[in-house]
């Protein structure tokens, strides 16, 4: 159930322990640590003669995917997460391109749910498709999941986001996710788009910030209700462990206040794509300001 952690429940449930099955337990050394030591395909200069996958995958840990789409297919290139718990997965983004041809996402999802599964046997396994925020190169590909089995796409309006979370009294108040012993803190992020949601997983510490924070431009349409997001996460990130800060897209190069222009499909210089909350604590600041340009990232003020 959304919110609700398992407890000692858990062993009743389909797909658990009473079944044969045994439960993960992803509180057990919670944060656990997981690896970015990866070089993310930034896109080719002759895109036609690309090798690389539409959709690169990276395992962080062996219960966290991460993935990313090729530039070359689409110049946004945002990343998409896909979280596993003992009931249920959960695919954060659906990324910019919705043609499964150019961007076979349920394909990929689907082999990797499947990989998972051959590790960790269960019957009826779930999937929630949800959404950092709606904009349309983060729920391009949500189409391609509506006749799947098993499978509830959370429609990205501020109505929908509310109502299957159990938002109450938004955005001045938090909701959890469970997805069976894994737990997430959904925590209300408008400021970039008005139904934005950041989430915090427990299990691995990881603070997944959508477009609210990522090495690239930031967006600010509603400058009061960004810097309030901002002030959440930063009193979040003081009472909660939190490993790295992810958002969804690279935008910036290596040089400090140098970022890539709009629609660029190569980026050989590409910055890691990890953050922490003292990036947090340098946009609060930059919003103080009014500040543009700061070193990793790029405040971009449209309200």
């Known amino acids: 159930m959304v919110g609700q952690d398992l407890g000692d429940d858990s062993r009743h449930r389909p797909g658990c322990r009473a079944y044969g099955v045994p439960v993960i337990d992803f509180r057990a050394g919670a944060p656990v640590t997981g690896s970015l030591d990866v070089r993310w395909h930034a896109g080719h200069s002759s895109p036609e003669t690309d090798p690389a996958p539409a959709i690169q995958v990276h395992t962080y840990s062996e219960h966290t995917l991460i993935l990313r789409q090729n530039k070359s297919v689409h110049f946004e290139a945002p990343f998409l997460f896909l979280l596993f718990g003992n009931e249920r997965a959960l695919l954060l983004d659906t990324g910019a391109t919705g043609d499964a041809a150019r961007m076979p996402l349920r394909a990929t999802v689907d082999v ?43 429609g990205p309006s501020l109505a929908a ?20 012993g894994r737990v997430l803190d959904l925590l209300p992020g408008p400021g970039h788009e008005e ?5 915090h997983d427990r299990h691995t510490g990881l603070l997944l910030t959508g477009d609210s924070l990522y ?3 930031l967006y600010v349409r509603d400058l009061p209700a960004f810097t309030a997001t901002v002030d959440r996460l930063l009193a979040f990130c003081g009472t909660a462990p939190v490993t790295r800060v992810l958002g969804c897209h690279i935008e910036m190069t290596r ?3 140098k970022d890539y222009p709009r629609g660029t499909t190569h980026q050989p210089d590409e910055p890691p794509l990890e953050m922490t909350p003292d990036h947090l604590r340098r946009l609060r600041d930059a ?12 405040v971009v003020y449209e309200g």
Request: charged share 20%; no cysteine.
């Open 112 to 154: 990797l749910i499947g990989q998972w599964l051959t590790r960790h046997p269960r019957d009826g396994y779930g999937l929630v498709v949800a959404h950092t925020h709606g904009h349309g190169d983060h729920i391009a590909g949500d189409a391609q999941f509506a006749d799947r089995p098993h499978t509830e796409v959370v």
């Open 215 to 217: 090495p690239g431009r």
């Open 287 to 298: 919003l103080a300001r009014r500040q543009g340009p700061s070193g990793d990232f790029i």
């Open 255 to 257: 040089t400090p206040d």
């Open 161 to 180: 986001v509310t109502a299957y979370f159990g938002f109450e009294q938004w955005p001045l108040r938090t909701a959890e996710l469970d997805l069976g």
């Open 195 to 199: 139904a934005a949601v950041v989430f």
